[in-house]
């Protein structure tokens, strides 16, 4: 028996995205023939749900031949946790899937640094343009792109990557030989073309309900990724799911800070405000968060680096405290121990200096 089949049978009996699946795998000691002898011969697992059952009893391993034979004629590979090409950053989920069926590169599945960048599907010019162009740096330093290929951000970001001539990783939550939204299917085209690959849980010709598919294919994005990027997003969607399996499984999340007023960004707001991500300006904080960027001194106030010799001893003091948040006349007096006087003298050198701005209230901030 092809242990393919074996693979495709446990992956059909218990569901894709099934929750068991790192569980079942351990009973049957990492082996699906294993799984399928034990299951056929009467074992009933607690795991083993009664819709599971039912599945086991009404199909055989071999019934998936032709499964197999409609994925070579569509081109499309099949990755079980048995390949070298399966994803090494997927095989210690406790969800992991047990099927995968990829077109393009199975290639860049492994070995690359991985960001995952999502957003709402119905973006401002602002989501846009954010999405853009974080995803663009990125894969120009050859970071790979991994989202889902739908449409708004999701789609922006891949398409970024493809202009960088990079390789981007989509995943679907349709069959592997359907592309939705069908509009996406010449950045499809594009994504296979430059070496990227798109991955399905779902075989050719998946008939199941659709309910569910695209959440289950969320836990993906976010695993694939090592650090899970939200450009835009409302308070309530499919990208703040995605940002819940990242946290279950221990990716740091990141959000763009977006406008009060936009309900397009209420969801990356309402995870900066909660301390659930931390904030995304530019791609080199999401570089630093992977350790491929050095961190920098981003103000130029530094004293011990960068005041000017000229300054007076008070106006040196005064700058040591000062940072990137307006602090106003009487913080500065305690934080420097220096009378109002000397402080409100000091506003003025350092301004003429250009290393600090003034704001409301006689409140100075450090420049930058």
């Known amino acids: ?41 009467g074992e009933r697992p607690h795991f083993l749900t009664r819709g599971a059952r039912e599945r086991a009893a009404a ?28 994803p090494e950053r997927f095989r210690d989920l406790p969800d992991l899937p047990l099927v995968l069926y990829v077109t393009g590169s199975t290639a860049c599945l492994n070995g690359g640094r991985y960001v995952a960048m999502v957003g709402t599907r119905r973006p401002t010019p602002y989501g846009r343009r954010a999405c853009r162009e974080l995803s663009l740096s990125l894969a120009e330093q050859g970071t790979v792109i991994v989202s889902g290929m739908a449409d708004g951000l999701d789609g922006v970001a891949q398409a970024a990557a493809v202009e960088a001539g990079a390789p981007t990783v989509a995943f679907l939550g349709t069959g592997i030989d359907k592309t939705y939204p069908a509009a996406n299917a010449g950045l499809r085209a594009e994504i296979e073309r430059t070496g990227g690959a798109v991955v399905s849980e779902y075989p050719p010709g998946f008939a199941g309900k659709m309910q569910g598919t695209f959440l289950a294919r969320n836990r993906l994005i976010a695993a694939l990724g090592e650090v899970l990027c939200v450009a835009e997003a409302s308070l309530r969607s499919g990208t703040m799911n995605t940002v819940g399996h990242a946290e279950r499984y221990g990716r740091p999340v990141m959000a763009v800070p977006g406008s009060i007023f936009s309900r397009a960004s209420a969801g990356t707001n309402a995870l900066l405000q909660a301390g659930r991500a931390a904030v995304l300006c530019t791609a ?62 000091a506003y ?4 003429l200096a250009g290393m600090a701005v003034p704001g409301p209230g006689r409140s100075l901030a450090a420049a930058r």
């Open 59 to 86: 199909l055989a391993p071999d019934d998936l031949a032709p499964r197999l034979a409609d994925c070579r004629r569509l081109g499309a590979a099949v990755l079980t946790p048995d390949d070298p090409d399966y």
């Open 348 to 351: 003025t050198e350092l301004e």
């Open 284 to 345: 080199d904080d999401v570089r630093r968060t992977l350790g491929l960027a050095p961190e920098e001194n981003l103000w130029q106030n530094d004293p011990e680096e960068t005041a000017d010799p000229g300054l007076s001893a008070g106006a040196k003091q005064v700058l040591a405290v000062l940072g990137p948040d307006p602090m106003y006349l009487q913080d500065i007096c305690r934080a420097s121990g220096l009378p109002a006087s000397q402080v409100l003298a």
């Open 1 to 41: 028996m092809n242990d393919v089949y074996n693979w495709m049978w446990m992956a059909e009996v218990l569901g894709c995205g099934s929750p068991y699946s790192g569980e079942a795998l351990a009973w049957a000691g990492g082996d699906a023939g294993s799984f399928c002898r034990r299951i056929l011969a």
